[in-house]
């Protein structure tokens, strides 16, 4: 079964609310890896580790709402993830590359290191050609992307079954 794994920025963000209300709406299948603050169990990562090696499309949005030093870091492996497999699996990429002023203010350190390694990761991804890796400018944008390539995968899958189907009447 088809799946887009919303992964990315988390903490206090409401970035997949709008996701997850348009994919309901939709009867698109997803995964959210957030969960209410003293929810998360260590035996969890499993399961989100299986996810983000295996869901059919991958979600990435670094929000300017936090350093998002873990999700900057998880964009290379997630494309290592996807390159594996170009033909059925996708990876989405936003990276806001500026922050919240409060959090320049509340650790400098960590704001500046954020901003260094937003900006690396953007170069990279910029050289990356791959037909499967795509970076977007805003979240409605990364929205609408995961929704068409849902369609396509949809599509695709259900030709491959008539194929499948059709080879046994043979």
């Not at 869901?55 to 492996?77: K, N, Q, R």
């Not at 901003?115 to 990279?124: G, Q, S």
């Not at 929205?143 to 849902?150: A, G, H, N, Q, T």
Request: one cysteine or more; glycine letters at 4%; a neutral charge.
């Amino acid at each position: 079964m088809l799946c887009i794994g919303l992964f990315g920025t988390c903490g206090s963000s409401i970035w997949r609310t709008r996701f997850i209300k348009k994919y309901e709406e939709l009867g698109i299948r997803f995964f959210n890896p957030q969960l209410p603050p003293g929810e998360w169990k260590e035996e969890l990562a499993t399961v989100e580790a299986e996810h983000l090696s295996k869901d059919d499309i991958i979600l990435f949005p670094v929000t300017a709402e936090t350093y998002g030093s873990g999700s900057l870091a998880e964009t290379g492996f997630s494309i290592l993830q996807v390159s594996k497999n170009i033909e059925n699996r996708s990876l989405i990429v936003f990276i806001e590359n500026r922050l919240q002023q409060q959090l320049q203010i509340k650790n400098p350190e960590a704001y500046n290191e954020s901003m260094r390694a937003r900006a690396l990761v953007i170069a990279h991804l910029k050289k990356i050609n791959l037909p499967n890796v795509f970076i977007v400018d805003s979240l409605e944008k990364m929205l609408e992307l995961s929704i068409k390539l849902y369609e396509v995968k949809k599509l695709q899958s259900e030709i491959f079954e008539y194929k499948s189907n059709f080879q046994k009447i043979i």
